[in-house]
């Protein structure tokens, strides 16, 4: 059964997928960021730290820490805030 691409496009279904995969790319694009900044102010980051990151799914949680990582003295601190 063919169905027109305007009438995807229009599909509740798709639009639900749309809305997931933005929101994903948001989540990953935030988990990168903060990964990026955190190497940068520390030189490095602890595997805990980048798996705890990875498994964070709340864009309001990510964006928090983003804004936070210059209020860590080091690393290790940070980590403690994610337990």
């Known amino acids: 059964m063919f169905i027109p691409p305007e009438k ?9 997928w749309i809305e997931e995969g933005m929101q ?3 989540i990953q694009g935030l988990r990168n ?3 990026a900044h955190i190497r940068e102010r520390f030189s490095d980051v602890p ?12 864009v309001e949680r ?3 820490l983003l804004l936070d ?3 860590f003295s080091d690393a290790e601190e940070l980590e403690r805030q994610l337990n």
């Open 47 to 58: 595997a805990a730290v980048e798996t705890r990151i990875r498994q964070i799914n709340d």
């Open 8 to 16: 995807l496009r229009d599909s509740s279904i798709v639009q639900m």
């Open 69 to 71: 990582v210059d209020e």
């Open 33 to 35: 960021a903060l990964l």
């Open 24 to 26: 994903q790319g948001m």
């Open 62 to 64: 990510l964006n928090q």
